[in-house]
């Protein structure tokens, strides 16, 4: 889950369908994860969040899921909309930060 | 209203200078964070402070410095030695609560070399 500088992998999406965003992380002691969302230009905002102990939370929308047998994340958007739009980022806690090298989410109109 | 501010959003630097970033949080989070971000690319670690007057260096160090005298404050210094400092520069803090963890973030400074 560690970003190394690589160029985004990009996910093109019609709009309303559903939006499959993976990340895969590197500390098996991580015990914290959450899904980031950054529009272009701007600071990312959370989305949602998930404990170690659980294998799928919802919010609105989205729903995470985790996998720790494997170390992988994902991030699945309902009715994607033109406003989901963004790169989309996991990060694994505690201790430093660290986030995945990001997911760039292309909606079609 | 509460959050984290950066200033400026866009700086420009001339070759050979340093420059300051500013991170100022009134949410009274003890761990703050500063990370680079090249254009089309990922987040990447420069320093973190996890407590006042301590401070960490993360994955890109080199080039950059920082201090954390007050706790709401944990300004980046981008030096001359920092040979490509072109990027976006994000600012975040961290709060630990029995309820769950969140990293907030501020909406970043541009920083351009002429």
């Known amino acids: 889950g560690e970003s190394v500088g690589l160029h985004l992998p990009t996910l093109s999406v019609q709009e309303g369908d559903n939006s499959i965003i993976n990340c895969a992380y590197s500390?098996?002691?991580?015990?914290?994860f959450i899904w980031y969302k950054q529009e272009s230009g701007k600071g990312p905002q959370f989305i949602i969040d998930?404990?170690?102990?659980?294998d799928k939370r919802q919010g609105q929308r989205v729903t995470v899921l985790l996998n720790k047998t494997v170390k992988h994340l994902s991030l699945q958007i309902a009715a994607t909309q033109p406003g989901d739009s963004a790169v989309y980022f996991c990060?694994?806690?505690?201790?430093?930060?660290?986030f995945g090298s990001g997911t760039k989410l292309n909606v079609k109109p | 209203d509460g959050g984290i501010t950066q200033s400026p959003k866009y700086l420009f630097r001339k070759e050979g200078q340093n420059v300051t970033l500013s991170c100022e949080q009134n949410?009274?989070?003890?761990?703050m964070y500063w990370y680079r971000q090249d254009p089309g690319q990922g987040l990447r670690l420069i320093y973190y402070?996890?407590?006042?007057?301590?401070?960490q260096k993360g994955d890109i160090a080199e080039g950059y410095s920082v201090s954390r005298e007050k706790k709401e404050s944990f300004p980046l210094t981008v030096t001359s030695a920092q040979k490509n400092p072109t990027a976006f520069y994000l600012c975040?803090?961290?709060?630990?609560?029995?309820?769950?963890?969140?990293?907030?973030f501020g909406e970043g400074s541009w920083l351009t070399v002429v």
């Open positions: 402070s996890q407590i006042v007057n301590d401070f």
């Open positions: 949410l009274n989070h003890d761990a």
């Open positions: 990060a694994e806690l505690p201790h430093k930060f660290y």
């Open positions: 975040a803090t961290h709060s630990s609560s029995p309820t769950g963890n969140t990293i907030y």
């Open positions: 500390n098996s002691a991580s015990d914290y």
């Open positions: 998930i404990r170690s102990n659980m």
